[in-house]
């Protein structure tokens, strides 16, 4: 999307009888279907839609049917997660759809779509964090219950010292978070964060006319 093509157009809109078509310019600036920020970020979720229905359909598959069918609680959590993921996918492409349609006041409807956009990366952030933990918690509590062998020697599992367990617990979770977090910030910023600030200084040119 070139912005200074923006800017100019934004720019004619002052003039009454240019009005209408520098709307519609701007409206087709967004509209592209190849190189805007907007279809750029859907193309970024679809590439992460397909990862993730791969991953997870091999994954769940395998503990639904591996371990003598012990570790089916895995596949039922997994299979949580993909559905929330879903959901979110769902939400997202939906918006970014909306984004590539506007009409009307332009730069009202995309600044206030921009801000929608900025929730949905800061929630998924959020969440992917917030996931460590409860996975963490599942997958220590299915070890323990599932496959004791493979846990009666572990410091995460022993019974004493209590601090040692507790301790080992927490330095593994804030350990593990702490990748997680500055991974996720990495990947989603090159995912749709520089997409979005792109977007976002549009609308800021916009607002300066």
Same mark, same amino acid.
Not at 17 to 28: A, L, M, R, Y
Not at 57 to 70: G, K
Not at 100 to 129: C, D
């Given at each position: 999307?070139?912005?200074?093509?923006?800017?100019?157009?934004?720019?004619?809109?002052?003039?009454p009888?240019?009005?209408?078509?520098?709307?519609?310019?701007?409206?087709?600036?967004l509209?592209?279907?190849?190189?805007?920020?907007?279809?750029?970020?859907?193309?970024?979720?679809?590439?992460?839609?397909?990862?993730?229905?791969?991953?997870y /359909?091999?994954?769940? /598959?395998? !503990?639904?049917?591996?371990?003598?069918?012990?570790?089916?609680?895995?596949?039922w959590?997994?299979?949580?997660?993909?559905?929330?993921?879903?959901?979110?996918? !769902?939400?997202?492409?939906?918006?970014?759809?909306?984004?590539?349609?506007?009409?009307?006041?332009?730069?009202?409807?995309?600044?206030?779509?921009?801000?929608?956009?900025?929730?949905?990366?800061?929630? !998924?952030?959020?969440?992917?964090?917030?996931?460590?933990?409860?996975?963490?918690?599942?997958?220590?509590?299915?070890? !323990?219950?599932?496959?004791?062998?493979?846990?009666k020697?572990?410091?995460?599992?022993?019974?004493?010292?209590?601090?040692?367990?507790?301790?080992?617990?927490?330095?593994?979770?804030?350990?593990? /978070?702490?990748?997680?977090?500055?991974?996720?910030?990495?990947?989603?910023?090159?995912?749709?964060?520089?997409?979005?600030?792109?977007?976002?200084?549009?609308? /800021?040119?916009?607002?300066?006319?």
């Open positions: 999307m070139d912005l200074d093509q923006l800017k100019d157009i934004w720019k004619g809109l002052d003039e009888v240019s009005e209408h078509q520098g709307k519609q310019e701007i409206v087709t600036l509209s592209r279907k190849s190189q805007g920020p907007i279809a750029k970020m859907k193309r970024n979720l679809r590439w992460e839609l397909i990862l993730v229905l791969i991953s /359909t091999a994954v769940i /598959t395998h !503990y639904f049917t591996a371990f003598d069918h012990e570790l089916q609680s895995v596949a959590f997994l299979l949580v997660i993909g559905i929330l993921f879903l959901a979110y996918y !769902y939400k997202k492409n939906k918006l970014l759809n909306e984004m590539q349609h506007v009409s009307g006041k332009v730069r009202f409807h995309l600044e206030r779509q921009v801000n929608t956009l900025e929730r949905f990366v800061r929630f !998924y952030l959020l969440a992917g964090v917030a996931l460590v933990p409860v996975c963490l918690a599942f997958f220590g509590w299915i070890f !323990y219950r599932e496959v004791p062998d493979m846990t020697d572990s410091i995460f599992f022993s019974a004493e010292p209590m601090w040692k367990t507790v301790g080992a617990w927490a330095l593994l979770t804030i350990t593990l /978070t702490s990748l997680v977090y500055f991974a996720n910030v990495w990947l989603l910023d090159k995912l749709y964060g520089h997409h979005i600030r792109k977007l976002r200084h549009i609308v /800021t040119e916009m607002s300066e006319q």
